[in-house]
């Protein structure tokens, strides 16, 4: 087990005053099994009025409300917080999913809804028949086949980090065979529903004290990975950047079906249309135990605004 503190800022630059629209905040850690989470504190600059609420995942969700002008939002988030995944797990899986192809129950079918569904077009089969590659017998182990696929993504696709707002559909990172962490994620996740598996996106922080992990060349960076269902085990952590399998290193905000109702930060200024300038995000990960201890600091563009 490990005690760490998050500290995750997002500044907003702008050439001139502006009206701030609402802002939708997706920075609470999200507790499971393996994170408790004992504080956390998000503050704003101007002042807002804040109010929370729980969305239809259960992730916490903040909306943040302004009465003024800005020329400069600051949106500072501090969490503490118990990290005890672990490093090789094992999952339990029912007899009657342990190999693949297996049907879900009628009532683990109708929870899931979209979340086994595809959310991007395939019309031509393409990523279902990609998916279908990794399928090596009938049957087939199905953890074997989730984590084959997991690190099938890694072997075919070159990562690379994208500046640019939005994600690749997961036909569009197959033509062009390089994405970012969430464009790999989403691959993963349309490639799982194509076999007819319940998948969602998973959206928070990599740490990475060694340094040694794809994704984060610095001690910590936001991150996407997935979850796949499977009937015993319930919900499977898979990274498919990092190839790693389980919850180790990963510290999860939110989760959803689509990795767009994920964003740490969505808002809306009115202003000139030169207005904005720039946004900068910086992201510390440190064990709470070495306050003093200093560790590198990740300034990077994100799909936040």
């Avoid at 704003?44 to 009025?49: D, K, L, M």
């Avoid at 939005?166 to 989403?186: I, N």
């Avoid at 928070?204 to 960076?221: F, R």
């Avoid at 808002?267 to 000139?272: C, H, L, M, N, P």
Wanted: some cysteine; overall charge negative; proline content about 6%.
């Amino acid at each position: 087990m490990i005690t760490l503190r998050i500290h995750h800022k997002t500044t907003y630059r702008y050439r001139q005053l502006v009206d701030l629209g609402p802002h939708r905040l997706m920075l609470r850690p999200r507790e499971t099994r393996d994170l408790r989470l004992m504080s956390t504190e998000v503050t704003v600059t101007p002042a807002a009025a804040m109010s929370w609420a729980q969305d239809v995942f259960g992730n916490a969700v903040a909306m943040a409300t302004f009465q003024t002008m800005a020329d400069k939002l600051v949106i500072d988030s501090v969490a503490e917080l118990e990290l005890n995944a672990a490093a090789w797990p094992i999952f339990d899986i029912s007899a009657s999913a342990f190999l693949y192809p297996f049907r879900y129950s009628n009532d683990e079918w109708t929870d899931l809804g979209a979340l086994a569904v595809q959310q991007y077009p395939d019309p031509a089969g393409r990523l279902r028949g990609w998916a279908r590659s990794f399928v090596c017998g009938d049957p087939t182990g199905t953890l074997a086949l989730l984590t084959d696929l997991s690190a099938g993504v890694s072997r075919s696709i070159r990562y690379q980090r994208r500046e640019d707002e939005g994600t690749q559909s997961p036909t569009q990172t197959l033509d062009r065979g390089w994405g970012s962490c969430r464009d790999f994620a989403v691959l993963f996740v349309e490639a799982a529903r194509s076999l007819g598996f319940g998948a969602r996106i998973v959206s928070g922080y990599l740490y990475n004290p060694n340094q040694d992990i794809v994704d984060s060349t610095d001690a910590a960076s936001t991150h996407a990975w997935t979850e796949v269902y499977v009937p015993g085990a319930g919900w499977i952590t898979f990274d498919p950047t990092t190839r790693g399998v389980g919850g180790l290193n990963l510290i999860p905000v939110a989760v959803a079906r689509d990795i767009r109702q994920a964003m740490p930060v969505a808002g809306s200024f009115v202003g000139a249309p030169n207005a904005f300038q720039e946004m900068s995000v910086d992201v510390l990960v440190r064990p709470i135990d070495d306050r003093d201890a200093r560790s590198p600091v990740r300034e990077e563009r994100a799909d936040q605004h």
